[in-house]
């Protein structure tokens, strides 16, 4: 079974450029999460997909930062435009919430670097 | 928000070494995971334990959660047990995971 999927795994971009990153979860988790981690510390959640639908978004910075997950599947975060302090890894996860325990299945990560 | 510390929030050891992991939390959960992220970056799930015990080969973890802690036992350890360790919790009527810190562990050969 293919696991949690992200794309581009590095990007390096100067600041005030648009940047998107792209994740594909495993097949049949409708729960599907974006999480930031800076160096040193935990992940922080910025937005929970249930389907397609946006159920937890307040933690995302609404005024650069922009999700969607069309057909409840593949999902896209993009920041526009990027400043220095966005340098982080964006890490998707998914996880099934008909699984009674609702393990989280994490990507590989999205590293960024804002020039 | 619930408050997650993660102590130590580092630890060097020998290979062979046995070392305990500790996880404590501010409210009650009805969820409760423990994830190794290893030096290259990748988060594993290494025990959904919201109470009780389990074991999974050299790795066991137990949660008391009328007392608000989790412990990590990792025995005999291996350098390829070094990464970071982290606990995540979710409140009740609450979604979302929300992360330790994490305890950075070395394992010296």
């Known amino acids: 079974e293919a696991g949690v999927v992200q794309s581009p795994r590095y990007k390096i971009i100067e600041k005030k450029q648009p940047v998107a990153f792209w994740c594909n979860p495993i097949?049949?988790?409708?729960?599907l999460y974006w999480y930031l981690q800076n160096l040193g510390q935990g992940p922080e959640l910025l937005i929970r997909?249930?389907?397609?639908?946006?159920?937890?978004d307040s933690q995302l910075p609404k005024d650069r930062f922009s999700a969607e997950r069309l057909k409840g599947v593949d999902s896209t975060l993009k920041i526009q435009p990027a400043e220095l302090g966005d340098s982080a890894v964006y890490l998707c996860a998914s996880s099934s919430r008909t699984d009674a325990t609702g393990e989280l299945f994490f990507g590989e990560g999205s590293r960024l670097t804002v020039l | 928000g619930i408050q997650v510390e993660q102590s130590p929030p580092d630890l060097i050891l020998q290979e062979g070494a046995n070392s305990t992991l500790r996880c404590n939390f501010s409210d009650s959960v009805n969820n409760l995971q423990w994830f190794h992220q290893n030096p290259w970056g990748q988060l594993i799930n290494l025990f959904y334990?919201?109470?009780g015990t389990k074991q999974n080969g050299r790795l066991s973890a137990t949660t008391v959660a009328t007392e608000r802690y989790s412990l990590l036992y990792i025995s005999s350890s291996q350098t390829t047990d070094s990464g970071v360790y982290f606990c995540?919790?979710?409140?009740?009527?609450?979604?979302?995971?929300?992360f330790g810190k994490g305890t950075h562990l070395i394992i010296q050969p």
């Open positions: 997909y249930e389907n397609e639908e946006a159920v937890d």
């Open positions: 334990i919201p109470s």
């Open positions: 097949s049949g988790h409708n729960t």
């Open positions: 995540a919790v979710e409140p009740w009527g609450a979604d979302g995971l929300t």
